[in-house]
């Protein structure tokens, strides 16, 4: 008998900065950008807390377009999409892990140019999304470690 497993991010939030689009040598669009999502709550003394946790979001194909043309930093979006871990060595020679969510499916909540429009890799291109990527295998994080380092963008390969 077949196992099952699934690997599902799901997350609302407000967009970091405008989405960064690049292209693969094989003309491939890939689209970066961050979404912070936010909890409040008050502690048993009546204080009150917030906490913001910042998720990097990769887009590819159709899906990376679309996000250039109706995201702008501070849009709420709805993203669905999978974790995945990778592993690359950084300018200075030292190997760094990063977390990003891959997406499948976004819906702008934001009011404005695309107000409720909803996208999925699916609807978007004919093919499926793991067919999308082209990073390769050896970048992926077997291990699936999450140790998370503050890593700058211009460090991270395509």
């Not at 693969?24 to 936010?38: K, S």
């Not at 913001?52 to 995201?71: D, F, G, M, T």
């Not at 404005?112 to 004919?126: F, L, N, V």
């Amino acid at each position: 008998m077949a196992s099952r497993s699934l690997n599902k991010a799901t997350l609302i939030g407000n967009l970091t900065r405008d989405p960064e689009v690049r292209y693969t040598p094989q003309g491939t669009a890939v689209a970066q950008f961050g979404v912070a999502t936010n909890r409040d709550w008050v502690t048993a003394q009546g204080e009150k807390k917030e906490e913001v946790q910042y998720h990097r979001i990769v887009a590819w194909s159709k899906l990376a377009e679309l996000c250039k043309q109706l995201l702008v930093k501070g849009s709420k979006v709805y993203v669905e999409g999978r974790i995945v871990y990778r592993q690359f060595d950084g300018k200075d020679g030292v190997q760094r892990n990063i977390t990003e969510i891959v997406m499948d499916n976004m819906i702008v909540l934001s009011p404005g140019k695309g107000r409720g429009t909803a996208m999925s890799q699916d609807e978007s291109i004919s093919h499926s999304s793991d067919s999308a990527e082209e990073t390769p295998e050896e970048d992926t994080d077997k291990k699936g470690g999450n140790k998370q380092e503050s890593v700058d963008d211009s460090e991270i390969p395509f």
